[in-house]
């Protein structure tokens, strides 16, 4: 299982890098073909919003492994040990559980996506979607695992600053 784990992340890692400097690359070309011919591709901005997309949602997943998400825990953390247990194990379950929805929704919305296109490249929609079940179900797959080790007695790292001091 560690091995698939470290696969995942792997490939999470990729398609956001992927994904970011792709936008990067078009936002850069594009501002550069309008400064030198004074106007603008129109099929850059979907590629940038679809290089966004891909970056984000798979830099969720990325952040979320590592446990690096924001988290206002000052009334958690003032709880004793076995609280703080129980309110993780329950967080992590109903984020699994709200990802579950989010991948049937996302996926009926990819699927929607595939009889409407972009106005300049024609592309579905369905690839402005994909990348959201996909993701949710990478993160449904992270919350139940950390669920799963919190109801052990085990604790889930964090990738909190404060933690790592």
């Not at 000052?74 to 703080?84: C, S, T």
Request: with cysteine; aromatic share 16%; proline share 2%.
């Amino acid at each position: 299982m560690k091995k698939a784990g470290d696969t995942l992340y792997a490939v999470e890692c990729t398609v956001a890098g992927a994904g970011f400097i792709v936008m990067v690359v078009v936002n850069i070309f594009n501002v550069l073909m309008r400064f030198i011919t004074s106007s603008s591709f129109a099929w850059a901005e979907e590629i940038s919003y679809l290089g966004f997309n891909w970056a984000v949602f798979f830099g969720i997943c990325v952040v979320y492994r590592n446990q690096g998400l924001i988290a206002i825990d000052v009334l958690v953390n003032r709880l004793p040990e076995k609280a703080q247990s129980v309110v993780q194990t329950i967080t992590f379950a109903v984020v699994g559980l709200t990802n579950i929805f989010l991948v049937i929704w996302g996926f009926q919305l990819a699927m929607n996506g595939w009889v409407r296109t972009t106005a300049a490249l024609s592309i579905p929609y369905f690839w402005m979607y994909i990348e959201i079940p996909i993701a949710c179900f990478i993160l449904m797959i992270y919350s139940f695992h950390n669920c799963y080790i919190c109801l052990r007695g085990g604790k889930v790292e964090s990738a909190a600053l404060q933690d790592q001091v």
